[in-house]
């Protein structure tokens, strides 16, 4: 009779590994379904200019919400301090600049083939409907970031606010002072100095 280690259990499975290719594949059935019910009724060649709109309409969507998205970013970039010609206060946000990932997934919807996915990116480019679902994504990111458990992504952040309040980072390295004619101790390991 031998004593061992007990085999190793298998670890559970999460929820979303289990419904997420679930619900998928579901979501594929319903638009083909919803695809050929609509051809049914107002004929192939309408199924076909509708598929081509949403496509058409989710490039020029896109397209859109990574221009401004680029522009907010270089806006963004030009008004670091220590740059040429930057002001000593950011500047607020556009108007304009809230939004662009909603907009990129309306458009990423509207040129994925089906009805549903068409609807749900519609619903996207109104204005209203992507300030609610902004608040309750932030308010959803706030909630999982205080209950986030210590020494997760989130307590880096608020170690460093700890540390240097004031956000600047300073490059540098650190150099131990040993004796010349003793040299480095043994237990120290001489490391080069950091470069950029």
Known sequence: MTTGTPPPTAPKRSRARTFVPL????????????????????????????????IVLGA???KAAG?????????TLQQMPGRPGA??????PAGGSKGNGFLMLAGLLLIIPG?????????LLVPPVRAVL??????????RMRSAAPGSFSDVFQQARMHRPD????QGEVIRETDPQ???????????????
Do not use: H
């Open 23 to 54: 619900a998928i594949a579901a979501w594929a059935v319903l638009e083909i379904w919803l695809l050929t019910l609509v051809a049914d009724v107002a004929g192939g060649f309408t199924v076909l200019l509708l598929l081509l709109g949403g």
């Open 60 to 62: 020029v969507v896109t």
């Open 67 to 75: 221009r401004r998205a680029f522009r907010n970013l270089t806006e």
């Open 87 to 92: 002001t000593a206060a950011p500047a607020a």
């Open 115 to 123: 009805m549903i996915s068409d609807v749900a990116g519609l619903l």
């Open 134 to 143: 902004g608040r309750y994504t932030q308010r959803s990111l706030d909630r």
């Open 167 to 170: 956000g600047k980072v300073v």
């Open 182 to 196: 003793q040299g480095p101790s043994r237990n120290e390991n001489p490391r080069p100095p950091l470069t950029p």
